[in-house]
């Protein structure tokens, strides 16, 4: 009864309140603002949804994940960038407002893309263990859990935009306090699976953490971008919205073991996007990045 009120109940409930978070740091400028900057936009969209999952595939491979920490991995990579990826974007002189227009796309686009992987990955590592839900089932769970949320937050922030400014104050360590708790309700739910895959889940997502930050800033240097247009594309590939990764394994899928890399991603992703953001000041200061 205590893990159904929690994933059919509270959970939801937590998710809506993150994403009512984001809903007010948003606006449709933030969306308008793809005409304005496309070529970023699409390659920061690119980078995240075709070179990823497939480096995420990889990984699973090569530290012999047992399918259902694989699907989780997978589900982690399609996942969108978390809202923090504005905060360190913005420590390392990053171009926020590219990073912001990319979480806001993202919110959308993963209703078409996250079922996909999602559903991909399940019928290749799971086979006929995989009992996947329904496609139009699970869009619309995860749609009215993002889109309501943040459409309400985006309506607060454009009529009452000084009343809204202070509620995304209280909402930011709310969501802090959210996250923690579901890190801490999924060690203490699947403990004997983390014990036993320690080192390779924790390797696995420093890997993952590491390798996305550098791809994201490599591939857009690469393709002619400017600094901090990279540094925005990084930590928004870098930083994922784990929260809802969680949400998706608990509450749509039902499978509690899919969140666990989720949970320790959580706490890796933000060590390495640290070391980042130390490397792009210390490397725009030597004018060598």
């Given at each position: 009864?205590?893990?159904?009120?929690?994933?059919?109940?509270?959970l939801p409930i937590?998710?809506?309140?993150?994403?009512?978070?984001?809903?007010?740091?948003?606006?449709?400028?933030?969306?308008k603002?793809?005409a304005?900057?496309?070529k970023?936009v699409?390659?920061?969209?690119?980078?995240?949804m075709l070179?990823?999952?497939?480096?995420?595939?990889?990984?699973?491979?090569?530290?012999?994940f047992p399918p259902?920490l694989?699907v989780?991995?997978?589900l982690?990579?399609?996942?969108?960038?978390?809202?923090?990826a504005?905060?360190?974007s913005?420590?390392?002189?990053?171009?926020?407002?590219?990073?912001?227009?990319l979480t806001?796309?993202?919110?959308?686009?993963?209703?078409?893309t996250?079922?996909?992987?999602?559903?991909w990955?399940?019928a290749?590592?799971?086979?006929?263990?995989?009992q996947?839900?329904?496609?139009?089932?699970k869009?619309?769970e995860?749609?009215?859990?993002?889109?309501?949320?943040?459409?309400i937050g985006?309506?607060?922030?454009a009529?009452?935009?000084?009343?809204?400014?202070?509620?995304?104050?209280?909402?930011?360590p709310?969501?802090?306090?959210i996250?923690?708790?579901l890190?801490?309700?999924?060690?203490?739910r699947?403990w004997a699976?983390?014990?036993?895959?320690a080192?390779?889940i924790g390797g696995a997502?420093?890997?993952?953490?590491s390798?996305?930050?550098?791809i994201?800033?490599?591939?857009?240097?690469?393709?002619g971008l400017q600094?901090a247009q990279g540094?925005a594309?990084?930590f928004?590939?870098?930083?994922?919205?784990?929260?809802l990764a969680?949400f998706i394994a608990?509450?749509?899928l039902?499978?509690?073991?899919?969140?666990v890399?989720?949970?320790?991603?959580?706490l890796?992703?933000?060590?390495?996007?640290?070391?980042?953001?130390?490397w792009?000041?210390?490397a725009?200061?030597?004018?060598?990045?």
């Amino acid at each position: 009864m205590e893990a159904n009120l929690i994933t059919t109940v509270l959970l939801p409930i937590a998710i809506g309140i993150i994403m009512f978070g984001l809903g007010l740091h948003l606006a449709v400028d933030d969306f308008k603002r793809v005409a304005r900057m496309p070529k970023p936009v699409l390659v920061g969209l690119m980078t995240q949804m075709l070179i990823l999952p497939p480096i995420a595939f990889v990984i699973c491979k090569l530290f012999q994940f047992p399918p259902e920490l694989a699907v989780g991995m997978m589900l982690l990579a399609a996942s969108p960038g978390g809202a923090t990826a504005n905060v360190f974007s913005h420590l390392a002189k990053g171009d926020v407002a590219l990073n912001i227009t990319l979480t806001a796309l993202n919110s959308v686009l993963i209703l078409v893309t996250l079922p996909l992987v999602v559903a991909w990955s399940m019928a290749y590592f799971m086979g006929a263990q995989a009992q996947i839900p329904a496609p139009t089932q699970k869009v619309l769970e995860v749609a009215a859990i993002i889109l309501l949320p943040v459409a309400i937050g985006m309506l607060m922030r454009a009529y009452t935009a000084s009343f809204a400014a202070r509620l995304e104050a209280l909402v930011k360590p709310l969501s802090l306090l959210i996250l923690l708790l579901l890190i801490v309700i999924t060690v203490v739910r699947e403990w004997a699976l983390i014990t036993t895959h320690a080192l390779s889940i924790g390797g696995a997502c420093l890997l993952l953490s590491s390798l996305s930050l550098l791809i994201g800033y490599g591939v857009a240097r690469m393709l002619g971008l400017q600094r901090a247009q990279g540094i925005a594309i990084s930590f928004e590939i870098g930083i994922h919205n784990t929260t809802l990764a969680i949400f998706i394994a608990l509450s749509v899928l039902k499978m509690p073991a899919l969140s666990v890399p989720a949970a320790l991603y959580s706490l890796v992703m933000y060590f390495t996007a640290g070391l980042a953001a130390c490397w792009f000041l210390r490397a725009q200061r030597s004018g060598t990045a």
